[in-house]
T-cell receptor, first 116, second 114 residues
Framework: QKEVEQDPGPLSVPEGAIVSLNCTYS??????FMWYRQYSRKGPELLMY????GNKEDGRFTAQVDKSSKYISLFIRDSQPSDSATYLC????????????????FGKGTLLTVNP | EAEVAQSPRYKITEKSQAVAFWCDPI?????LYWYRQILGQGPELLVQ????????DSQLPKDRFSAERLKGVDSTLKIQPAELGDSAMYLC????????????FGQGTRLTVV
């Protein structure tokens, strides 16, 4: 079982729809939870990160973490064609070698298309 | 705006040849990462540096891959010899410090091995 599972989609929605993207994880050591957006042929860019269980909102984006269920979600309200991209969940835990370095583990990514 | 620079953007090489990628992180960023992203997959960590030291290279195929960050600034990732299965996007990222801080990614180098 992979440490981070994400449905690769693809997901196609009409403009204005609410989009829900999800990931599950198995490693209880994960402490930080992130969502990256990756446009075609570009590097990923960080959208949001959270540390604790609960919701975090930033404009049209809401990140949700449920540590008890090992489940995270990203909601996009009023989706726009410019939101069309691959969305990657990522999780961070301290390295096994110790110290204070963190390792970032990504899901496979979900390809989202928002149709005008 | 500061960004992570990578070169080349695209590289086509024949199998069994050597290939190298270069990364210049954001100035002042102590942590540097090399990731490999196969088409349709998420990035997978190859190697992580803290300054000039390797802190994680557990997923680096050391028989053919090597990475260095000699002065704790820019970094080079080398593959020798390249294999068909190495075709992927190679992403470099950097973050400010060893603790969790945002990782900024470069545009990546798309490698095709023929």
């Amino acid at each position: 079982q992979k440490e981070v599972e994400q449905d690769p989609g693809p997901l196609s929605v009409p403009e204005g729809a609410i989009v829900s993207l999800n990931c599950t994880y198995s490693n209880s050591a994960f402490q930080y939870f992130m969502w990256y957006r990756q446009y075609s042929r570009k590097g990923p860019e960080l959208l949001m990160y959270t540390y604790s269980s609960g919701n975090k909102e930033d404009g049209r984006f809401t990140a949700q973490v449920d540590k008890s269920s090992k489940y995270i979600s990203l909601f996009i309200r009023d989706s726009q064609p410019s939101d069309s991209a691959t969305y990657l969940c990522a999780m961070s835990a301290g390295l096994r070698s110790g110290g204070s370095n963190y390792k970032l583990t990504f899901g496979k990514g979900t390809l989202l298309t928002v149709n005008p | 705006e500061a960004e992570v620079a990578q070169s080349p953007r695209y590289k086509i090489t024949e199998k069994s040849q050597a290939v190298a990628f270069w990364c210049d992180p954001i100035s002042g960023h102590a942590t540097l990462y090399w990731y490999r992203q196969i088409l349709g997959q998420g990035p997978e960590l190859l190697v992580q540096f803290q300054d000039e030291s390797v802190v994680d290279d557990s997923q680096l195929p050391k028989d053919r891959f090597s990475a260095e960050r000699l002065k704790g600034v820019d970094s080079t990732l080398k593959i020798q010899p390249a294999e068909l299965g190495d075709s992927a996007m190679y992403l470099c990222a950097s973050s400010l410090d060893r603790g969790f801080t945002e990782a900024f990614f470069g545009q990546g180098t798309r490698l095709t091995v023929v």
